[in-house]
């Protein structure tokens, strides 16, 4: 695959992540009534601090209604926070408007959980694939189309392809297009919303296995939202757990997942399927009871504590603080700074010394 | 049985969707790597509108409805050179001829004037009247539609209430009102006419421009950083614009018919104006002594009118894909239609190629049991049991439910397409059975097969015989079928939001199932209700919500609550769990590992995710491209597959490869029903394929008493190794 990615313009920057999130919050108003006043609001996102470095894939999981999709959208400035900081490459944008961002929006794309809907059925794709360069003023007429085609090769399709209408295309072929669209500008980074998950079993390999592959070739950074686990912890280098509007742990995609550390995390992974009929039947998953609590009135303390197994009474009234473990994951809960004190150690371990909790065994993989 | 009802026409709809493809086009075979063989197919390229205008042109009567206005519209042009008098002069014959007199086609009025020509005169007035009034209207409420759809602001909201208030008022009445303020005149008709569309329009525009904000390909062109003018004029406006079409076409109707209407109260047209509702109103003062004069212009504008809706309505059916055109060839029933033929028919899968002639086949087995349109899928029976037996893996009184050889067909634009591949399988009492494959496998036909629920048409079941406690529910007639379903055997769909009712409680809603089925009154229905929602841990406080009160989970809950009310002894249970979180599916098959204890209930569990299956089968069918291509207990499968999709799906699951690895690809795609060739139709992806893979039908074989596969070199391939 020839590409040309000389234009990138992360590679001159200055050092430093390429992306930082500092205490972004977003509350959507609820508005009620003929005059539509605003009677409570919805904690989409919560007191989140991330950081995206560059080249890196950063899983973000959680259940639906956790606000992941939110955090996306703030990440590539598409919502406006309600409070807190995004800095792009040193640069804060959190208040840019409209004209400053397009420079934002030329470096950061999004491909979209619907491969069907994310195409104009009206246009054929060439038109939508050809569009950031249009809007960007990139290319025009041959160039442009050359650049078309050596983008639907790079995605492993046709130049065929690109004279089609999405209608003529399955879920997978689009997804890739969504893909090639997305690379287009040449970002440094792209928001993968559920990129996969409306994808049969095989085309979904196909598709992680594409972006893996480009991005050991551009060097483009992920953010990847999913809310199979799994997935994410193939394809992530660190991984963020969400839980109603809270990012609950935060950490190599390794140590989250082999040795979770916040009781949600351990609840979540538990719930996994295993695809081996004996490991699956022998390892005891956590069956949280009841349902993620209503955002628009988020639980006071630590917003886990309604269906946490280990809950204590500190849970119930004190928001638990940041706590950074020995293998570099941090995680908010108070098991691991009062109570019978974790200080670091897996969520498992507790199961060890405990009778009270639903023991677990062996760990998924 | 109305809930029940609910959830299945719904979900039909997803199925047919889903796993046939209408516009069959020589796409699909290409996953990338394999681009250049899909490409040999056909020219099939064709944009929606492209494909719109096609199924427009098909449409007879839109063709009339088109043709007739397009006359109208060259009379009305070309009046000055086509018509034999001019229109105002008075006395070219005597006054009040009848139609057919010599040099008089249609006879003279009052004043001596040739009706012919004023006929033709006013077809230019009434013409140019609707579309102007309708271009009035529409460049005034596009744009505030848009911009109220796409932006919605605070001034957007407050127009939006005008209109809703300009829309409580009688149209007509307004206009005149209107025209009474503003003088009778031509120019002012048009004004209050507009006035009156405009409401309509914006509104529609409105809503529109709603709906495709939400889609994700304009959040894609705002994350690209499309100016909004761009985004709304080269994304939102022509998505729009189709409905619209539709509207603009009963509108330029509608208007003809208020302008004749206020012409003829005096309000519009006004002498020299000839219009055909200032004519009528002419004809109405001799009405008494020469009703003749009303047929011409009362025709005209009849005809007119009635063109300007067929064309609407035409236009309609062509856009949303000729529903319309389908659904008046023949009414859906509520039972899958049974066309068995009893004489063996050679090749099974090819499909037959004019759709429409084969509709009904000759010499058939009917049962189609009542005259009446009936609500089950059709069946068109062949014995082919040889090879169906030999799949048979139990003997068939050991079985609750024995599928044996079922066959089913779709119409599609290719012809009969055959979705369904002598499928054979059983399950016992108390039995789990995971029906896995990729979407495009069969397995919802399948599925919904079995209780006759697919819509014929398009579907047909051509073979098999689908036993149910000994019973062939393939010969039962509906009033049998609606008995068995919701009692001994029920459904669990995917979507457990578009399955329920929205409108009912779910208390309600089970209530109506036990009522159906058990008789009793309300009292017990409810009891009943809440005893089975607190077994799936719905608390008696929530008995009464509605659907959009519960959460996703919930909502999945209360299907199966409602599916087990009856204590079936078979739940077919569609993808039960994909639209949820991991953690809902957790509760979810947790709670099905109970119940199927509690009840010894046998469950046919149709799924794509193979961690879900070793979970909860007991045995597994593996189906591909409408065949059953392995089938064995679940430890069995998953240790020993021995057929290469098999392999193939095991090796792409994320859970069993390293971390950040390359995973493991089945190159290609799923083919389209008339991609199958005439050997194993996996060989094109498969990459143990061999010449005789390609050219020979390939047979389930028996690997052992309770494993079968569809693959010729299963006992030399170590499929194991690799997962």
């Known amino acids: ?365 | 049985m109305s809930t029940e009802q609910f959830g299945v026409t719904d979900h039909i709809e997803v199925a047919v969707a889903d796993e046939v493809p209408d516009t069959a086009d020589g796409n699909g075979a290409d996953g990338g790597r394999s681009a250049s063989t899909g490409t040999g197919v056909a020219e099939h390229r064709r944009g929606p509108i492209a494909l719109a205008t096609r199924r427009l042109l098909r449409n007879p009567l839109a063709l009339v409805a088109l043709g007739f206005l397009f006359a109208v519209i060259v009379v009305g042009v070309l009046a000055p050179l086509i018509a034999p008098y001019d229109p105002n002069e008075q006395l070219t014959g005597p006054p009040f001829l009848g139609p057919f007199s010599d040099g008089h086609l249609l006879g003279t009025d009052d004043l001596g004037r040739d009706i012919f020509s004023r006929i033709l005169y006013g077809a230019r007035l009434s013409i140019l009247v609707s579309t102007a009034t309708v271009a009035i209207a529409l460049i005034i409420a596009v744009p505030i539609g848009l911009s109220a759809g796409y932006h919605g602001g605070r001034i957007e909201y407050g127009i939006m209430r005008v209109t809703d208030a300009m829309m409580s008022f009688p149209g007509l009445v307004l206009a005149i009102s209107l025209v009474a303020v503003l003088g009778p005149s031509l120019k002012n008709t048009m004004i209050a006419i507009a006035v009156v569309l405009i409401p309509g329009f914006t509104r529609l525009v409105r809503g529109q421009a709603l709906a495709i904000r939400e889609e994700s390909f304009i959040e894609a062109s705002k994350s690209i950083g499309s100016p909004t003018k761009r985004i709304i004029f080269r994304r939102v406006f022509p998505n729009l614009l189709s409905p619209l079409v539709v509207q603009v076409s009963i509108a330029l109707g509608i208007v003809l018919l208020a302008e004749a209407s206020l012409s003829f109260l005096g309000l519009g047209a006004r002498p020299p104006e000839i219009s055909w509702g200032a004519m009528l109103r002419q004809a109405s003062e001799v009405i008494l002594v020469h009703p003749g004069q009303m047929y011409a212009p009362g025709l005209a504008i009849a005809l007119t009118v009635l063109a300007f809706n067929t064309l609407g309505d035409g236009i309609l059916d062509a856009l949303t894909g000729g529903s319309g055109a389908r659904g008046r060839r023949g009414r859906r029933r509520g039972l899958t239609f049974v066309e068995r033929k009893m004489a063996p028919e050679t090749s099974v899968a090819a499909p037959v190629d004019d759709a429409v002639s084969n509709l009904e086949p000759a010499p058939i087995e009917r049962h189609e049991s009542e005259a009446a349109p009936s609500p089950m899928t059709m069946v068109t029976l062949e014995r082919n049991g040889e090879a169906a037996r030999a799949a048979a893996e139990l003997p068939p009184t050991d079985a609750l439910l024995a599928v044996d050889g079922l066959t089913v067909q779709f119409s599609t634009a290719r012809g009969w397409a055959t979705v369904v591949d002598n499928v054979s399988f059983q399950i016992r009492k108390g039995e789990t059975l995971g029906l896995v494959g990729e979407s495009g496998s069969g397995k919802t036909v399948t599925s919904l097969s079995v209780m006759r629920l697919l819509p014929s048409p398009p579907s047909r079941i051509t073979a098999g015989s689908v036993r149910f406690d000994g019973r062939d529910l393939l010969t039962l007639p509906i009033r049998e079928m609606t008995k068995l379903r919701g009692s001994r055997i029920a459904m669990v769909f995917q979507d457990p939001m578009s399955s329920l009712n929205p409108a009912l409680t779910i208390q309600h809603q089970i209530g109506q199932v036990v009522r159906w089925h058990d008789g009793g009154g309300k009292k017990h229905a409810a009891t009943r209700a809440n005893e089975v929602l607190e077994m799936v841990g719905i608390p008696k406080r929530r008995a009464t919500s509605y659907p959009h009160e519960l959460s996703g989970g919930q909502r999945q809950r209360a299907m199966i609550a409602m599916a087990l009310v009856c204590r079936p002894s078979l739940l077919i249970a569609d993808e039960p769990t994909t639209a949820l979180d991991v953690t809902i599916q957790a509760q979810v098959l947790e709670l099905m590992h109970e119940l199927r204890k509690e009840l010894e209930m046998a469950i046919l569990f149709v799924t794509h995710d193979l961690g879900v299956v070793a979970d909860i089968c007991d045995r597994v069918a593996v189906m591909y491209a409408g065949q059953i291509v392995e089938t064995a207990p679940v430890r069995e499968l998953f240790h020993h597959p021995k057929h290469p999709y098999t392999e193939g799906l095991l090796r792409a699951m994320p859970q069993k490869a390293e971390p950040r690895s390359e995973l493991y690809v089945i190159p290609g795609q799923v083919p389209q029903f008339h991609e199958f060739g005439t050997g194993c139709r996996l060989a094109p992806r498969c990459e143990y394929a061999q010449d005789r893979c390609r050219t020979t039908p390939i047979r389930l074989e028996r690997v052992d008493p309770v494993h079968l596969a569809r693959c010729i070199r299963w006992d030399e391939l170590d499929l194991e190794a690799k997962i």
């Open chain 1, 1 to 365: 695959m020839t590409t040309s990615t000389t234009t990138d313009p992360t590679r001159t920057a200055p050092p430093g992540p390429l992306l930082e999130l500092t205490n972004v919050s977003k509350l959507f108003p609820v508005r009620e009534g003929i005059l539509r006043r605003v009677r409570a609001h919805v904690h989409a996102v919560s007191d989140v601090s991330l950081t995206l470095a560059r080249g890196e894939t950063l899983g973000l999981v959680g259940e639906s209604g956790s606000g992941k999709s939110t955090l996306g959208r703030l990440a590539l400035r598409l919502l406006e926070p309600t409070s807190g900081r995004i800095d792009y490459l040193g640069q804060d944008i959190t208040n840019l408007k409209r004209g400053s961002l397009r420079s934002v929006r030329r470096n950061a794309q999004m491909v979209f959980q619907d491969p069907y809907s994310s195409f104009d059925p009206l246009s054929p794709l060439a038109s939508s694939v050809a569009e950031p360069l249009a809007v960007h003023g990139e290319g025009g007429g041959s160039a442009r189309r050359a650049r078309l085609e050596e983008l639907t090769r790079l995605v492993g399709l046709g130049p065929q392809h690109l004279d089609r209408y999405p209608s003529e295309l399955s879920g997978g072929q689009l997804q890739r297009m969504a893909v090639a669209r997305a690379l287009a500008i040449e970002p440094s980074f792209i928001v993968l919303d559920e990129p996969v998950s409306s994808l049969d079993v095989s085309t979904q390999a196909q598709v992680i296995n594409l972006l893996e592959k480009l991005q050991h070739e551009l060097g483009v950074a992920y953010l990847l939202i999913a809310h199979n686990p799994a997935l994410v912890r193939h394809a992530s280098d660190r991984i963020a757990v969400m839980y109603l509007g809270e990012i609950v742990e935060v950490g190599s995609a390794e140590a989250v997942y082999t040795t979770p550390k916040h009781p949600y995390t351990h609840a979540l992974l538990s719930a996994v399927t295993v695809p081996d009929p004996d490991l699956q039947r022998t390892r005891r998953r956590i069956v949280l009871q009841g349902d993620v609590p209503n955002p628009a009135d988020p639980p006071a303390g630590c917003r886990f504590h309604t269906r946490c197994p280990y809950v204590m009474d500190v849970c119930r009234s004190e928001v638990p603080p940041n706590f950074v473990a020995a293998d570099g994951t941090s995680v908010r809960c108070h098991l691991h700074t009062s109570g019978p004190v974790l200080d670091g150690a897996p969520v498992a371990d507790l199961l060890a010394t405990s009778g009270a909790a639903t023991s677990y065994e062996g760990s998924p993989s």
